[in-house]
């Protein structure tokens, strides 16, 4: 495929390229030239009428600036109070205002000009995530025919959560608007057809695409990984580092963003209950749950930091003993190499999200362990990860019960079965290593119906 790759993400990264998602685009953009352009993280009422320049490597950066109001309305407000809450099913938390949505249209029409100035005619256009779904709607809007393709990261929302959006008609002719809708899972997948099937604009023709007025969009699913090879080797030099005075016997590991998605006050109660139940009092398992700080200008965000701490306290003065802190709640990111060395320390990696795209600390959690003495992951099964990762401990969080006995049969699991559901589970995470996503993506894309042939496909 001739033409450049033109990456469109929230984040943009800056100094050297770390993260599995960050590192496979790297390599996408170095392989065939091409910009990428994201939000520069400081809010800024100037520059706005222009891209920004931040290197040159041989692949360009750019960045669109906002302003505060912007910041606050556009990301904070319509991205994070209206879309992440309608994708994850948390319809409760969700915070409807007009200028959510005004500025939230009114960023991605000033990002689809600066785009459409800079496009030649074969570039391709990826665009990621529900920060920029309108984004191809605008660009044809400008007469933009290139390929562009869209990944949404988070679940594809059912459609009676969908009715909740302001104008809920309109999401799906945002999506339609590209070539290619890529999406986690086959579950995503059959949520959004079933939302084209619901709509009368919308036509499904026989090769499984759906015609929706003038434009033609492919839906499938694209599951996301790791670079497995990269964190197996980080993970054989790894140093889970100092502990701490008492190195625990049983440590249970989880590491998540500090989001109202990732089941975290479900994991810490479902380990309080794994305590209540230990019938041997000598066991003293630990878990560990490394939150990393999140979206701290969100009130929802803010909420559930209070209730963990909560939790926490209550969990810890229960059961703590003079030389034992069962819980450790470390709200904090640490250092890369150092997260995988204690995941190949950990003897269960517990990731218990009500709902998530893929989960990646799951698939990093595999790849992390010894093939020869592996640790047991027990998942739940609103993880787009569980759809192919059969191999875990699958559980559904809300259940406290079933969690805590999938921890206790994790710990007491003996070598041959762990080796078995390990291997079951690595091989699903090295088939959907993060290269093979990125050249799956690209050449389905350009495999797909271009714009400007419309007229000749039927
Ligand atoms: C979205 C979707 C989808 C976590 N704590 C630390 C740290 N992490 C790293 C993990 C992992 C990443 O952050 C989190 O990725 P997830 O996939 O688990 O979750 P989201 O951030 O919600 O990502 C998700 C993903 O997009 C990709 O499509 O899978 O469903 O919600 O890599 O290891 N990294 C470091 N320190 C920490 O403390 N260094």
């Known amino acids: 495929m001739a033409g450049r790759l033109i990456v469109i993400s929230n984040r943009i990264p800056t100094g050297d390229p770390s993260g599995g998602l960050v590192v496979a685009l790297h390599d996408a953009l170095l392989a065939r030239g091409g910009v990428w352009v994201g939000a520069d993280p400081d809010p800024s009422e100037e520059g706005r009428e222009c891209l920004h320049e931040l290197g040159d490597i041989p692949y360009r950066k750019r960045a669109f600036r906002l302003s505060k109001t912007e910041r606050q309305n556009y990301y904070s407000g319509f991205a994070n109070s209206v879309l992440w809450p309608i994708c994850h099913r948390r319809t409760d938390l969700i915070e409807i205002k007009s200028e959510y949505r005004a500025d939230y249209l009114a960023v991605n029409l000033r990002l689809a000009r600066l785009i459409a100035q800079d ?66 899972t086959r579950g995503d997948v059959a949520r959004a057809l079933e939302m084209f099937r619901a709509d009368p604009r919308a036509e499904f023709l026989r090769d499984g695409t759906v015609k929706f007025d003038e434009h033609i969009v492919t ?47 479900h994991k810490f109660e479902a380990f309080g209950r794994l305590l209540q139940g230990r ?29 963990l701490q909560a939790i926490s306290g209550r969990i810890n003065g229960q059961y703590s003993e003079l030389d034992w802190q069962p819980l450790r709640f470390v709200h904090r990111s640490v250092a890369r190499d150092r ?120």
């Open 279 to 307: 019938v041997d009092r000598d066991a003293r398992p630990t878990l560990l749950q490394i939150a990393s700080p999140s979206r701290a200008d969100v009130a929802a965000y803010r909420q559930i930091t209070n209730d």
């Open 339 to 458: 997260l995988i060395g204690l995941m190949r320390r950990a003897e269960v990696g517990l990731v218990t999200p009500l709902a998530d795209g893929m989960n990646l600390v799951a698939k990093e959690f595999v790849a992390a362990q010894a093939p020869d003495n592996p640790g047991v992951l027990v998942l739940s099964r609103f993880a787009g990860a569980a759809e192919d990762m059969k191999g875990a401990l699958l559980i559904n969080p809300h259940d406290l019960d079933e969690t805590a006995g999938a921890i206790d049969y994790a710990l007491a699991m003996p070598l041959d079965e762990r080796r078995k559901r390990h291997a079951d589970c690595l091989a699903v995470v090295r088939d959907s290593r993060i290269s093979v996503w990125t050249d799956r993506y690209l050449a389905r894309l350009a495999s797909c119906v271009p714009t400007l042939a419309l007229s000749r496909h039927q």
């Open 119 to 184: 496009l030649a005619p074969q570039d391709v256009v990826w665009v990621h995530d529900y920060h920029f779904l309108p984004l191809a709607m605008m660009l044809r809007s400008l007469g933009v025919t290139n390929r562009i393709g869209f990944f949404l990261h988070i679940p594809f929302p059912n459609i009676t959560d969908l009715a909740i959006l302001p104008r809920p008609e309109d999401f799906a002719r945002w999506l339609a608007s590209y070539n290619l809708l890529g999406l986690q």
């Open 219 to 265: 839906v499938a699913s694209f599951p996301i990984g790791i670079d497995c090879d990269q964190i197996e080797a980080t993970a054989r030099r790894a140093d889970p580092g100092p502990f701490g005075a008492a190195n625990p016997r049983e440590l249970i590991i989880g590491a998540d963003r500090l989001d109202y998605t990732k089941g975290l006050p």
